[in-house]
């Protein structure tokens, strides 16, 4: 009985087989291709082709759902946080009274500098109202002109609102809105006791594109340098360390390219780009390990024969055709999990379904050539013994973790400790992952705005300066839009008042056409559990006309319904999909459920885990956030998409192995000892890559950056130890025989079928 894997031989022209021939005939050619590539799609994203690159491209508000409620009645309001399209801006100067003649005497001449400014048609001030150079295309708001509004309630702040004429361009109108917030701010440079808080969306929009891109590029300074020291130490050497990295770079430069060709069809959310870079580097590092884990172990295999053109081009014809295909199928099956998304009916789902179906697929493409094509160009160098064995402590550390030829090992070990006491293990395992996941059942969904933008940001500070000084141009807690009067609106709400949660209701006006009223509450979160309370209270009045309930409690409620009616569509294709494919890959029932269950198990406990440092602020002052009181909603959705695709990553590449091993003869528990040893190392040493990584983009100023990226360190930290290292080997323990049942139908299908090597 043969107790070793068999090789996919040299003659076997599989289409692997075939790209690894064409690879060792051209290998240069392949890298040249990637690097002109890699530098013309970071020309493209960052420089754009006339209309501004990928950053400027991308949108940056909170997730809403066109026609529903809550967009239907944001465009009714006033607030100044919603001056329509970007037209207008809103200053708040607060430490000056209107009423002094000295703050006259100072801003009037601010008020004729900014009406001079490009764009502007009219300035509105408690010193009253400026046309601009362009006001002959511009009509002022009747909103606006309330002098009450424009004066803080303790009368010792004003307001300054001005209205844009359209300009030809983005990056004309935000220099038009910069130019006026300098005029602002330089005048204030000369009164110490005054300060101002300037809002308006060309602003917000640049401050957000500012951190996305500084995020971005810090991320990446950090985990590549991290990526290459561990992988040093993972392949006892800077040659084989340095070729996934080749492809991480590739596939990120490429999928930005990607994602500037699609925002050109479809609206990106700016957590796009991120969700590139952060998975593009966690599926490259996991799929070069692989292969040049491999092709060092086939190298080695065929030390004996010399290190030739031709040893070298079996070695890789091997590895593609065995490591080449565990890589292809798992992700075919990531892209399949990730891919899920484009089934919501939301933009922003879709957009992110799109990014990660695209990263998926550079990913595959630069591991299954580039990666090759460079382990293959630095010749047999990669299979000899690194330099850093000379020195003791590296050799010590090499040995353990640089070692592709040994069936023994600490990981076998552990495998066999395991199989001892399997029911213990399971229990222990199972135990702690639902200890780590019980936080998620407060788990409080957000929708956030201006939030996600770190605390000491003026556009942030300008929400509460506006809130507590001028309420009337907040925007309201809840707004009601109706198609009906003022007054059969007003008589409709007067019992809204006695809804929980209700502070109270102000008289409508009439809007474009429409009656508008704004309802306060009693908690000062407008996104939290209670305004989401009083927005279903309100909803679920029968009212005798037709009435749009909007607000930030009212968008995380119809985007969560739309998230719910799309989602399950989407969650049963991935289910149906991964089974599919990991029976074809195994001729098993039992192991895709049982890895749909050990992974749903694991995503929980991510999420508990996230519940716990972000929505209650543990670790806050650490990481530099403020608590937000919950999770942003396509952050989990995200999560869950993600961290699913990186768990079935780690059980494809250590199913395959066992499942080699199962099919060359080995018994069950030993090919599991054997697969764990060979492919857990190539699986905690990816993990352990990732989660540096993924930390390294947590520490970005971005709110929601640092969720996905702490979330997906928490998933792949969790899967690659306590899951993939001891939950998975005693389930397959105790299923023994088991593990490869199918009944006697499917078996026919499998073997018809098969994805076997």
């Not at 009423?99 to 009219?122: C, H, K, N, R, Y």
């Not at 930005?256 to 050109?264: E, I």
């Not at 060359?664 to 054997?674: I, K, L, Q, T, W």
Request: proline fraction near 5%; hydrophobic fraction near 55%; glycine fraction near 10%.
């Amino acid at each position: 009985m043969r107790h070793d894997s068999t090789p996919a031989s040299v003659a076997d022209m599989t289409t692997f087989a075939r790209i690894a021939r064409l690879i060792a005939r051209r290998p240069i050619a392949i890298i040249v291709g990637w690097a002109v590539v890699t530098a013309g799609s970071l020309a493209l994203a960052f420089a754009g082709v006339g209309d501004g690159g990928l950053f400027q491209r991308v949108d940056m508000g909170a997730p809403s759902i066109p026609g529903s409620e809550s967009d239907i009645a944001a465009g009714y309001s006033a607030g100044a946080l919603q001056p329509g399209e970007g037209s207008s801006l809103t200053s708040a100067v607060i430490g000056l009274s209107p009423l002094d003649p000295a703050a006259a005497e100072a801003f009037a001449p601010v008020i004729t500098a900014i009406s001079l400014t490009d764009g502007v048609g009219v300035v509105i001030s408690p010193l009253g109202m400026t046309l601009g150079v362009d006001a002959r295309s511009l009509e002022p708001s009747s909103d606006a002109l309330d002098p009450a509004s424009l004066v803080a309630n303790d009368g010792n702040g004003f307001v300054i609102i001005v209205q844009f004429a359209e300009l030809k361009d983005e990056a004309a109108t935000f220099r038009s809105h910069a130019t006026v917030e300098a005029i602002i701010d330089r005048t204030l440079t000369e009164i110490p006791s005054a300060s101002a808080y300037t809002f308006s969306l060309p602003l917000l929009m640049h401050d957000f594109e500012g951190l996305v891109e500084h995020d971005l590029v810090r991320g990446e300074l950090v985990a590549v340098p991290i990526a290459l020291i561990v992988m040093v130490l993972v392949f006892g050497g800077f040659l084989a360390a340095s070729t996934p990295i080749a492809g991480a770079l590739a596939s990120i430069a490429s999928g930005m390219a990607a994602l500037f060709a699609l925002s050109y069809p479809m609206n990106l959310n700016s957590a796009a780009i991120n969700i590139v870079s952060i998975l593009g580097v966690g599926l490259s590092i996991d799929y070069g390990l692989l292969i040049v884990s491999r092709y060092r172990e086939e190298l080695i295999k065929l030390k004996p024969k010399g290190g030739t053109r031709e040893t070298r081009a079996a070695a890789l014809e091997r590895t593609l055709s065995t490591a080449g295909r565990t890589v292809f199928f798992s992700g075919l099956i990531v892209a399949l999990s990730v891919g899920g998304m484009l089934t919501f009916n939301t933009d922003l789902m879709r957009g992110f379904g799109a990014a990660g179906l695209i990263i998926v697929m550079l990913a595959l493409a630069t591991a299954l050539t580039l990666v090759p094509a460079v382990a293959f160009a630095f010749g047999a160098r990669l299979g000899r013994p690194s330099i850093l064995r000379r020195i003791w402590v590296f050799k010590f550390i090499l040995h353990h973790t640089a070692n592709v030829s040994r069936d023994e090992g600490p990981l076998a070990s552990l495998a066999a400790w395991i199989q001892k006491r399997p029911w213990f293990t399971f229990a222990a395992s199972t135990t702690l992952v639902l200890i780590l996941a019980a936080p998620v059942l407060a788990f409080v969904p957000r929708n956030s705005e201006v939030e996600l933008l770190p605390a000491d940001f003026e556009r942030r500070d300008f929400v509460d300066v506006v809130g507590s000084s001028f309420p009337d141009l907040a925007d309201p807690d809840i707004l009601v839009v109706a198609e009906t009067s003022p007054a059969a609106l007003n008589s409709w709400l007067a019992d809204a008042s006695n809804l929980d949660g209700v502070r109270g209701v102000s008289p409508a006006v009439e809007r474009d056409g429409m009656s508008v009223a704004r309802v306060s509450i009693l908690e000062p979160d407008p996104g939290g559990p209670e305004a989401v309370a009083v927005v279903e209270d309100l909803r679920a009045t029968d009212a005798p006309f037709r009435t749009y309930v909007g607000g930030q409690a009212a968008g995380l409620l119809d985007f969560s319904e739309a998230i719910a009616t799309s989602g399950l569509m989407g969650l049963g294709f991935v289910i149906l999909a991964v089974i599919v494919l990991l029976f074809l890959m195994t001729g098993s029932l039992l192991m895709p459920i049982k890895a749909l269950v050990v992974n749903a198990l694991s995503i929980a406990a991510t999420l508990g885990v996230l519940v716990w440092m972000f929505q209650y602020g543990n670790l806050s002052g650490v990481l530099g956030f403020t608590p937000p009181g919950g999770i942003e909603i396509y952050v989990v959705i995200v999560l869950v998409c993600f961290g699913f695709g990186l768990a079935m990553d780690y059980e494809v590449f250590l199913l395959s192995r066992i499942k080699e091993l199962v099919d060359g003869g080995m018994p069950n528990d030993e090919a599991v000892r054997v697969g764990l040893q060979r492919s857990g190392r190539i699986i905690t040493s990816a993990a352990a890559v990732i989660v540096l990584v993924f930390i390294g983009f947590a520490f970005g100023d971005l709110l929601v950056i640092k969720e996905v990226g702490f979330g997906l360190a928490i998933a792949v930290l969790l899967d690659a130890t306590l899951v993939r290292l001891l939950l998975v080997p005693a389930t397959m323990s105790l299923l023994d025989k088991w593990n490869w049942w199918a009944p006697a139908p499917l078996r026919k299908l499998y073997e018809r079928f098969s994805l076997t090597h």
